[in-house]
């Protein structure tokens, strides 16, 4: 298929408005691989007839899906991990022995950047697989200056080598590596760090995990202050195992997004509403970690904070390769509607990676499609372990 042409025959989730923004019997015209016009097929100008046209069977079609958090690059596996949380250890209880971030530190360490590639490579086409066109990549399993650097290289061949958009994050405020000081880390490792992967052309955003186990917001504020200094927007795990006021901080600094949020209170979805920034909904880490704290969706909705969903893909809270799954956990864990959902794997994820030509089927906008073998887009939420998808579009290109 070339990059121009005419979708006919399909309702179109267009994500425009509220809901799902559905128009029955669309068309969708395609010009040089972004999105020309869009609406009822009996409204479609003259000028878009002569395209090559493709009847779509009256399946649905969406804007391509965005997974706007992943840990996608690293080395090695917790499986044991997930046995020590079977038998009854905690999140705290298994980073403080040893595991957690810090083992896949050590995994990630000893791999070459092939290595790490070819790994990435398959989990990314697993994601590719399931109607995904945008990915969030972060780093965080380095912890030192070469491999955070590598990490973030590897994130960039990816969309060389695969028809998919990666958006990387810096994320060297993760853990602190065994026996160091995390003032010391942050300021002698983590901070030169970010300096060393944005002269490189390596950063589109910086992020941190703010937690009893990691960093306080204190030290999450200076890497902030370095990240806007370099000109680069931030985004925070914040309010994941408890509150720390990470959520505030994020809307301080006027972040992408707050990301976990499940302690997040009304005064922080008030703080979030304020600074614009996305509220981001990772329910395979809950569903992972056993946890009972859900975010506080009614007060999201109530203060009219944008909410999305993403995998937050990783090896040890969350191993979950499914953004749709995530979708249909966003509904059963945390009280979405099916709508909202979309939403938050559309344009509200788009939002969170601050883009601005993707996660809507309007004009304008890259030509990212995913047809789907369904008539309802509420059926995108509702069935669980079926991957519907007809035809992936990535720039007007299968």
């Not at 408890?242 to 997004?257: E, I, K, P």
């Not at 809270?317 to 864990?333: E, F, V």
Request: hydrophobic residues 40%.
């Amino acid at each position: 298929m070339s990059d121009s042409f005419l979708l006919t025959n399909t309702t179109a989730a267009t994500m425009r408005g509220e809901g799902y923004g559905l128009i029955e019997d669309a068309a969708i015209a395609v010009k040089d691989g972004r999105i020309a016009w869009t609406g009822p097929a009996a409204d479609l100008p003259g000028q878009y007839a002569a395209l090559p046209t493709r009847d779509l069977g009256g399946r649905l079609t969406t804007p391509g899906l965005i997974d706007c958090h992943t840990h996608l690059v690293f080395g090695g596996n917790r499986a044991r991990e997930f046995e020590m949380r079977l038998e009854g250890a905690s999140y705290e209880q298994i980073a403080r022995a040893g595991g957690g971030i810090v083992s896949t530190v050590t995994a990630t360490r000893a791999a070459s950047e092939d290595e790490l590639l070819q790994t990435a490579l398959c989990r990314a086409d697993t994601l590719i697989a399931g109607g995904v066109t945008t990915v969030e990549i972060k780093s965080g399993y380095g912890l030192d200056r070469d491999t955070e650097l590598r990490m973030l290289r590897v994130a960039r061949r990816i969309a060389d080598l695969r028809p998919i958009r990666v958006k990387t994050t810096f994320l060297g405020a993760h853990a602190t590596p065994k026996g160091t000081d995390p003032d010391a880390y942050i300021d002698d490792t983590c901070i030169p760090a970010l300096k060393a992967a944005h002269a490189e052309g390596l950063v589109d955003a910086v992020d941190g995990f703010c937690e009893g186990i990691a960093f306080t917001p204190a030290q999450i504020a200076r890497v902030f202050d370095v990240a806007r200094d370099l000109g680069l927007p931030v985004k925070l795990h914040a309010e994941q195992l408890s509150s720390l006021g990470g959520t505030r901080l994020a809307a301080h600094y006027d972040a992408l997004s707050a990301d976990h949020v499940e302690y997040a209170t009304e005064e922080d979805a008030a703080a979030l509403a304020a600074s614009g920034s996305v509220a981001v909904l990772l329910p395979g880490a809950f569903y992972t970690l056993h946890e009972t704290q859900k975010p506080p969706v009614a007060a999201f909705r109530q203060h009219g904070v944008p909410m999305a969903l993403a995998t937050d893909w990783n090896p040890g809270s969350s191993p979950l390769g499914s953004l749709l799954l995530a979708m249909n956990m966003g509904c059963t864990l945390f009280g979405l509607t099916p709508a909202e959902a979309l939403a938050g794997t559309t344009k509200n994820a788009a939002r969170a990676l601050g883009l601005t030509d993707c996660g809507a089927i309007a004009p304008g906008n890259r030509a990212d499609l995913a047809v789907w073998d369904v008539s309802d887009p509420a059926e995108l939420s509702y069935t669980i372990g079926i991957t519907p998808l007809h035809q992936r579009l990535f720039g007007g290109r299968a």
